[in-house]
């Protein structure tokens, strides 16, 4: 479902009540709330509300925190989406340590962490790969997690998470792969802004062409929805 707001503080008010409903259903029907997070600047008029005014309406100790993707650098780098999000978010609210999962580990490769990672996804998931929520951003170029234009991770069938050397970045990445998004009961995409005008318009309305824009290829078994501002919907 295309949620289209007239403000991204109107858009991110929205994500946040769908976080809060997404938690509580979970906790309710069984015991604890599994979410993927996404990096960028896109979640932090959601993290303001979850952290102020919905803080009390959520059982942050039923928590387990994931993310959809990561660069290849220590939590403590700027750039991190785990770092981001622990000052932003987590930090302010009571989620026991030992539930958030950051996407990197000191000491091993993005290659051997992703594959440990999967066996922490096998443990804590419901049925090893069936997350409650996960939330997505997307970029001026279509892309989403690392799932970037003409890379081959776009087309992974059968690995739960990926990591890979990406040249234009020159850095590895780290990344939930499509077939375990499109398991998710909820995918919710956030993205805001005029430069995000025409990835949302082909993503939504062009033709199929996940090799450009590998946001195409999320298609979840559960619910889909978009949380975006006038200014990323103008085409539509």
Partial sequence: MLNIYQTKEEASRAAAQHFV?????????????????????????????LTTEFKEQVAWDKLFVFWCDERWVPIEDDRSNAGNAFKDFLDKVSIPKEQIFPMYKD???????????????????????????????????????????????IYEKDKKVDAYFLKPQDMYRITLTAPLINSAKSVAFIAFGAKKADALFEVIKGEKNIEKYPSQIIDPAGELMWYVDKEAAARI
């Fill in 107 to 153: 000491g091993v490769s993005a290659e051997e962490y992703a594959k440990e990672y999967s066996a922490i996804l096998d443990e804590v998931l419901e049925d090893g790969k069936t997350f409650d929520l996960i939330f997505l951003g997307m970029g001026d170029d279509g892309h989403t997690a690392s799932l970037f234009p003409g890379e081959k991770v």
């Fill in 21 to 49: 409903e997404r938690a509580n259903l979970a906790v309710e029907e069984h015991g604890k709330f599994t979410v993927a997070l996404t990096g960028g600047s896109s979640p932090a008029g959601m993290y303001d509300l």
